[in-house]
């Protein structure tokens, strides 16, 4: 997910050095004068940054509607991208939780006809993208049955010792959204609002189930041009099809990934336990890069005693960024609607100004 030169200048700047450090007056107002800036350069979208429990910087930038000029604010709701896949990691471990699966078991005990080159995997292994499975297996919102993607994810996996080497997959998060709709009974999206979401606060969030202001949900822009809205595109009854399902996807706004974020904090969604796997360093993204995948989260040591927990997500249109940093008690979100460069640099320029 990540690259290699961001991970360095992750490690550049310093956050083990700036343990429960508030962010200092002076700091926020240069903060405010790079997002004037980048304000100026056509930024759109909203950023949330808090320390602790107390928010320090909320606002929007640009337009949710540049036909209509109407602004982007923290409540607009944005295609949320591969955040998703934190959600769909702590149904997994929810379910553990409640007895009814284990990230051992194999993916067999849920799967009839897996190929026997393919017997070892585990659902541990499609958590940390270790399995073997391509990044996809068609666009986002093709058509497609459960048992036509099942079929195809099975014929596209590398037949590799499970947990080997890291290959970023949404096919394997999509067999999670699967197994979640096996095991819990019910579907992919009312698991997770029943489990995550309504517990957390989180009114904003989901595929269809909110009850959302349309007015709210945010256009997106490619080069100037109207993508649409994400949950304006061809979906399933219950949802986006098994090529987004799971592994992409989820709309939400940054107050919602905020409670989120204070909510994991806690010990009522997810147990010690669970969080100790959830941000467990799992495996390399690569063969000597200092990041690592965790369970729907990236893990990357900043030279210190603090790790960062981070995850990304776009489609080159809608683009999502989730910082937390819990020693220093730094949260950065963002969300944008015309994703650019600048964009996807955004967070760790935030965090040289805010902790620098």
Not at 329 to 341: G, Q
Request: charged fraction near 20%; glycine fraction near 10%; charge should be negative.
């Amino acid at each position: 997910m990540r690259n290699y030169i961001l991970v360095i200048l992750i490690m550049a700047i310093g956050l083990c050095r700036a343990q429960s450090t508030k962010p200092s007056a002076a700091n926020l107002e240069k903060l405010d004068e790079y997002m004037a800036k980048l304000d100026s350069k056509g930024f759109s979208g909203t950023i949330l940054i808090a320390h602790g429990d107390s928010i320090l910087h909320a606002d929007g930038y640009g337009y949710r509607n540049l036909e209509q000029k109407k602004s982007n604010t923290v409540t607009t709701i944005f295609g949320t991208g591969s955040l998703t896949k934190q959600f769909t990691a702590a149904a997994i471990l929810k379910l553990e939780m409640q007895g009814k699966l284990l990230v051992q078991d194999k993916i067999s005990k849920y799967f009839s006809k897996v190929p026997a080159a393919l017997s070892g995997i585990e659902i541990h292994h499609l958590l940390t993208h270790s399995a073997g499975f391509p990044v996809a297996i068609g666009s986002d919102y093709d058509k497609i049955s459960e048992e036509e993607y099942i079929t195809k994810a099975f014929a596209s996996a590398k037949h590799i010792e499970p947990g080997s080497e890291h290959e970023y997959s949404n096919v394997g998060y999509a067999l999670l959204s699967i197994i979640i709709e096996k095991v819990s009974g019910e579907n992919y999206e009312t698991f997770l609002r029943e489990n995550l979401f309504n517990p957390a606060g989180m009114k904003n969030t989901g595929y269809l189930l909110p009850n959302w202001d349309e007015q709210n949900i945010a256009y997106g822009y490619s080069k100037k041009k109207v993508w649409g809205k994400p949950n304006e595109k061809p979906w399933d009854s219950d949802g986006p099809y098994l090529h987004l399902k799971g592994n992409g996807g989820i709309l939400s706004t940054v107050e919602d990934l905020f409670a989120w974020h204070l909510a994991l904090l806690g010990d009522e969604i997810l147990s010690k336990e669970a969080k100790s796997k959830y941000y467990g360093k799992h495996i390399e993204e690569a063969p000597g890069d200092p990041s690592y995948y965790g369970y729907g989260w990236v893990i990357i040591p900043t030279g210190g005693e603090t790790d960062l927990i981070t995850h990304n997500g776009g489609n080159g249109v809608f683009f999502a960024d989730f910082w937390r940093l819990l020693e220093e008690e730094l949260t950065i979100i963002l969300m944008s609607n015309k994703a650019n460069d600048f964009t996807v640099d955004l967070a760790v320029n935030v965090a040289r100004i805010l902790l620098n």
